[in-house]
């Protein structure tokens, strides 16, 4: 073969070859494996987090020092306000390849394990039967303002808000941000610390925390957080907490009609 037309086929085949090369490397399914989607999430959005969450703290702050009943709803709507907006912004930016993907393991994964999680509340703080907790009734029986203000949110609102915001936003920022650099065990390690750090100074700022609720937090935030990098979907670490938070719902029901 001419050294011409030997040189015409191999220029179009290294062509082929690359493009093909580039296309695998820009079709990531796993975000744990880096790509472009996932490299948005950056120090703007870390920023952004810390900024919402400072202000939505602060706002949540000064609404439940207003003396009406509303308060205390508002307060906690107006801090969930300031964590959806680094939410909002992180996920306009790009859409971290199967971070969103649900699968029907998830459903196991969150029953499982939240239901062992408060088991482990309970074992630590030394509860019982008699020891559950319990409601203020309206002529017997939990009023409807009860359900509205105290269980949806906490069965359904907070589980999605919170992991979002520090199992998503948080947590991977922080591993893409440092992946690279620390490689892939130094970064899990950081983010869920980062974020479940931030998991317990949240529920701090409502009050003073016992070591049990500490602790407490602490195996919930980092369970959640070690479900996702495991799995790389945030979904068992939503319901992971959503039953969580729900058992406890179901204990202040029974505390109620048993007392």
Known sequence: ?????????????????????????????????????VRKWDLSVLAVAL????????????VSRIAAPWAPIASTVVLWAGMLVPIVFAF?????????????????WGLGLGLGLRLLQGWMSGADAMTFPSATTLDGALP???????????????PVVEELFFRAVVLVAVYQLLRRRAGGLAAAVT????????????????????????????????TC???????????????????????????????????
Not at 24 to 34: E, N, S, Y
Not at 238 to 247: M, Q, Y
């Open 1 to 37: 073969m001419p050294d011409q037309l030997r040189d015409t086929a191999i220029v179009p085949s290294t062509e082929a070859a690359s493009s093909a090369s580039r296309h695998r490397r820009r079709r990531r399914t796993d975000w744990r494996l880096g790509g472009r989607a």
């Open 51 to 62: 900024i919402a969450l400072g202000v939505g703290a602060v706002g949540g702050g000064l």
């Open 92 to 108: 306009a930016r790009a859409r971290p390849a199967g971070l969103l993907k649900l699968r029907p393991v998830d459903l196991l």
């Open 144 to 158: 409807t303002s009860w359900w509205l203000t105290e269980a949806l949110p906490a069965a359904v609102v907070a």
């Open 191 to 222: 983010g869920l610390l980062v974020s479940t750090g931030g998991f317990i100074l949240l529920h701090a700022s409502a009050g003073a925390l016992t070591v049990t609720d500490a602790m407490t937090l602490f195996a919930v935030g980092g």
């Open 225 to 259: 957080a070690l479900l996702v990098l495991l799995t790389g979907r945030i979904w068992p670490a939503v319901l992971t907490h959503a039953v969580f938070n729900a058992t406890y719902l179901a204990l202040v029901v029974a505390g109620t009609v048993l007392s």
